[in-house]
């Protein structure tokens, strides 16, 4: 049996889901995302991409572009709901589901066929379900592997379904430009085109001497990538490799008491989120923008790991502290924290007792869950 890949992705999400809850945003240049001074487009409808804004721009281009759009705040505990629904879709059909976001999976539903039909239909099916189920509309592309079909939900958007076989992998992707290579960022494909190279078909059969001053020793990959050649397996469940909590300021800052009183803030986010999943933390990081856009990170290991509050935010401040001793009278556009290597929080040692540890956090999870985000904060987070 011939392997189905589905490559499912909503079209505007956040924007699509505003439309839907308020229908008098219908039809109207929408834009998800903080107002303020540097804020940025979270999600940008239809009707406002027509006018160049598009996701992560900056909220004062998209409105020097769009002046009559309409800006409103992101709602990410609606979506997260929404995104249940969907993926509980994608979970009928196959128990192969990697998320890759809140809007957008791989499935396998190479063994699905024998009970559901062929990728096509499977494909219809979860676009009717969603539909049914939600009001949104979801793009769908459905090819032999997880490349392929990445590339063809994103030819036919919004609500769209394009089917590549086997047979007819180049035939599709030689056309197409080379952006529309997964992975290829802005500058890289630039200097891709700067050469001469505008299609994928022109990249599958560019020789070496021509492919290795812009890839290196990843030539060969990308040509097999512009061919279309992808042997990476679905992934369902896939562990997370890092949690974290980042904040850009609407102004730099650069008193030290007012940057240590933010990154607090991140750190009980950050292990907030750790504890929801279930999981301890064996290395703490911090991640710092300067206001001219150089980005720094340090990081400490801890034992045994972690998953309360305090200590990473001891951790996050030393690390910063030390930043800070080298880089006096800096101005930081960006402070975060980063928690990585991470592991079940059933595998704590031996000596340590969680109900003790977290007794504190897991009261503060408790009444936030109950009365909101907000209903208790740490004292050294308040000005």
């Not at 001469?196 to 020789?207: D, E, V």
């Not at 750790?274 to 290395?283: H, I």
């Amino acid at each position: 049996m011939p392997r189905a890949v589905l490559h499912v992705d909503m079209d505007a999400f956040y924007a699509s889901v505003e439309q839907h809850d308020d229908p008098s945003l219908k039809g109207k240049p929408l834009i998800v995302g903080w107002d303020g001074g540097r804020g940025v487009v979270a999600a940008a409808s239809y009707e406002v991409r027509r006018f160049g804004v598009h996701s992560a721009m900056p909220m004062h281009q998209a409105l020097r572009l769009c002046p009559q759009a309409v800006c409103v705040r992101p709602r990410m505990a609606r979506y997260q709901e929404v995104s249940r629904i969907v993926f509980g879709t994608f979970h009928e059909v196959t128990p192969l589901v990697q998320g890759l976001s809140l809007d957008e999976a791989f499935l396998d539903v190479t063994a699905s066929q024998q009970l559901h039909g062929d990728g096509v239909q499977i494909a219809q099916r979860i676009k009717r379900r969603i539909l049914e189920l939600t009001g949104l509309t979801a793009s769908v592309g459905v090819a032999p592997n997880k490349l392929v079909a990445k590339i063809a939900s994103d030819l036919a958007k919004p609500d769209g379904l394009t089917v590549v076989t086997s047979e007819r992998v180049r035939e599709v992707l030689d056309p197409l430009s080379v952006r529309r290579m997964p992975g290829l960022g802005r500058k890289t494909g630039a200097k891709v085109e700067a050469a001469g190279i505008a299609t994928l078909g022109q990249l599958r059969s560019a020789p070496d001497a021509v492919l290795w001053p812009l890839f290196g020793r990843y030539t060969a990959w990308m040509r097999e990538r512009a061919a279309g050649v992808d042997e990476r397996p679905v992934q369902p469940d896939m562990e997370d490799k890092s949690i974290s909590a980042e904040d850009t300021f609407a102004r730099d800052i650069g008193e030290a008491p007012l940057l240590q009183r933010e990154l607090a803030r991140l750190a009980d986010l950050a292990t907030t989120r750790l504890r929801a999943r279930g999981l301890v933390s064996g290395c703490v990081g911090v991640k710092i923008r300067r206001g001219d856009f150089t980005t720094f990170t340090r990081q400490r290991a801890v034992a045994p790991p972690t998953s309360e509050g305090r200590t990473v935010s001891a951790v996050a401040a030393e690390l910063l502290t030390r930043w800070l001793m080298v880089h006096r009278g800096a101005k930081l556009r960006l402070l975060g924290v980063v928690l990585t290597e991470l592991t079940p929080a059933a595998q704590l040692g031996l000596f340590e007792d969680p109900r003790q540890a977290g007794r504190l956090d897991a009261t503060l999870d408790e009444a936030r869950a109950r009365f909101g985000a907000r209903a208790l904060r740490r004292g050294n987070t308040i000005e």
